[in-house]
């Protein structure tokens, strides 16, 4: 399997923990289980997406985040991400996008000020 | 007596024999669907001796049996305005238990569903209906209604019917093949006319600029991608070079990428300096953002009056510059985050002198994740090294570069486009 999805409530909102590739084919299946988050989640202050799995991500598993970060922003919510693995943090410092994400260490450290 | 009988059925039996080599021959003459259809059912209707006859095929969408032909009288208003469920009526219950059925009234059998003839004033009473099976999959249904010579339909035309209707149903499931390869071809055809497109949106030629020489390189991956760049002439000092990256792949990533080129070609007139035509074109991209759709893109302006390059860097990869000594800088600068994604950002620019023989390297993750049949990257390191130790002038070094890029990676088919633009200072003024 090239992603595994696991998708669990907490008190401040959905939270969706990635492993694997979140690439071209992977990417609908990611999207889908955040869009599912939202249904579920609707009114939540957050989403968090735990990113510690992820082995690879291009653009299409980006985008994917941006489409669910404005998404939240619509909503009145927050996406949160917890936890980048090394391939994900090279990718968000080279594309200098830390500075658009809200980007936590853990679920705790997200769920404050909220 | 018992033997001219049994002759007789013997007879009968080759001449049922011959005509389905002919039937054969007859529906797998063409691998035109509608023609295939039309040519079954009006074969049935001849061979069975029926009043009637019809072909309905599921519809994989929505489950529903589909009349696709329905020959005699009342076929027109049947194929009009029918459509039945999976277990509705006699051909609903046949398509879903996949056994065909033998009813001589079928006024008499509880599934008749006897809408069709009130609604068309006809009467239906001997009846074969028969699933259309490919490889036990059940793609549809085929029936005929009433014998001509007034008998009901017997076993002997229930087993011929059979044999008609898995030879119809083998050429049917072919032609179905041969539409969707048609189809899929036409796409294939499609896809290389959007590339050709694409390219057209691309600079045909190198700007002129007194004292500077400009050379570019653009692979398409085998899709239609997202990479792009430009140049805009400016005024008579002036250009504008830009390279980018859409996210994703395919028809919607060129699409974008075609309006983000015109925006973008307006806002470098408009606006006062690279920095903020970035934060323009930000704030367009992000009021008719799609799927999170973003782009990356590096914006320079080249002044060949002063030899300074003013840039603006949204997420995309640092240029480098070899200096005329033989060092490479990386210039990460300021920049900030890719476009499209949050409105109202802000740009930082950074302005770099250049001196004569001074080259600048644009480039696409094209080029740095260019992969080899191990699975390596071909990488900054690499591509650095090259820059440093290759020609020491624009159009020479991007062929060193490629040339690097296409030994490292041998016949790997690449996923990604790949863009490079070289541009420098001529040595001697």
Redesign the interface.
């Known amino acids: 399997m090239k992603i595994e999805i696991v998708s669990e409530k907490t008190d401040a909102g959905y939270l969706l923990k990635l492993k694997g590739d979140v690439d071209m084919s992977s990417s609908p299946e990611v999207r889908s289980a955040l869009g599912e988050a939202f249904r579920q989640g609707k009114g939540a202050r957050a989403l968090f997406v735990d990113l510690s799995q992820v082995r690879y991500m291009d653009s299409s598993g980006i985008a994917t985040l941006v489409e669910a970060m404005q998404t939240c922003m619509k909503q009145g919510a927050r996406l949160r991400l917890i936890d980048l693995s090394p391939a994900v943090r090279d990718v968000f410092e080279m594309a200098r996008l830390s500075s658009v994400f809200d980007i936590f260490a853990s679920v705790s450290d997200a769920a404050k000020g909220l | 007596m018992a033997k001219s009988s049994s002759v007789a059925r013997l007879e009968q039996k080759i001449k049922r024999l011959h005509t389905l080599i002919d039937v054969n021959s007859l529906i797998s003459s063409s691998l035109n669907l509608d023609q295939i259809l039309e040519n079954v059912m009006t074969i049935s209707k001849q061979v069975m001796n029926a009043d009637a006859s019809s072909l309905m095929l599921i519809d994989e969408k929505t489950s529903e049996l589909v009349y696709q032909v329905a020959l005699g009288s009342v076929g027109e208003k049947l194929k009009q305005e029918f459509r039945l469920k999976m277990g509705q009526g006699i051909a609903g219950t046949v398509a879903q238990e996949g056994q065909p059925l033998l009813i001589a009234d079928v006024y008499t059998h509880p599934k008749f569903f006897r809408g069709h003839d009130e609604a068309t004033g006809y009467r239906t009473r001997s009846m074969i209906a028969v699933p259309l099976k490919v490889r036990d999959r059940i793609t549809g249904i085929a029936q005929v209604i009433n014998r001509l010579d007034g008998e009901v339909f017997d076993e002997d035309d229930l087993e011929l019917f059979i044999a008609l209707c898995s030879m119809a149903a083998i050429a049917i499931e072919n032609a179905k093949m041969h539409r969707s390869l048609m189809e899929r071809q036409r796409l294939v055809k499609d896809m290389e006319f959007a590339r050709t497109v694409q390219e057209s949106f691309l600079p045909q030629h190198a700007p002129k600029v007194v004292n500077y020489t400009f050379s570019s390189h653009y692979t398409p991956a085998q899709e239609v991608g997202g990479d792009f760049y430009d140049f805009i002439p400016l005024d008579a000092a002036r250009t504008g070079i830009v390279i980018g990256?859409v996210?994703?792949?395919g028809v919607p990533a060129a699409l974008y990428m075609a309006k983000l080129g015109s925006d973008l070609r307006t806002l470098a007139f408009t606006e006062k300096n690279p920095a903020a035509a970035m934060g323009r074109l930000n704030d367009l991209l992000v009021e008719r953002?799609r799927?999170?759709?973003?782009a990356?893109l590096l914006y320079l302006e080249l002044d060949s009056g002063t030899d300074r390059i003013s840039m603006a860097n949204a997420?995309?990869?640092p240029p480098l510059i070899r200096r005329a000594g033989g060092t490479v800088e990386k210039v990460s600068g300021t920049?900030?985050?890719?476009l499209?994604?949050?409105k109202g950002?802000q740009f930082g620019q950074d302005t770099t002198a250049l001196a004569p023989g001074d080259i600048v390297v644009l480039y696409t993750d094209g080029i740095v994740e260019a992969m080899n049949a191990r699975e390596e990257l071909y990488g900054f390191d690499r591509l650095e090294d090259v820059v440093r130790t290759g020609p020491a002038e624009p159009d020479a070094l991007r062929a060193a570069i490629i040339a690097g890029v296409n030994r490292f990676t041998g016949l790997s088919q690449q996923h990604d486009d790949m863009t490079l633009v070289c541009f420098g200072t001529l040595q001697e003024r």
Not at chain 2, 291 to 294: A, I, K, N
Request: glycine share 28%; charged share 15%.
């Open positions: 990256d996210s994703g792949k953002s799927r999170g759709m973003f990356t997420g995309h990869l920049g900030g985050a890719p499209g994604i949050l950002m």
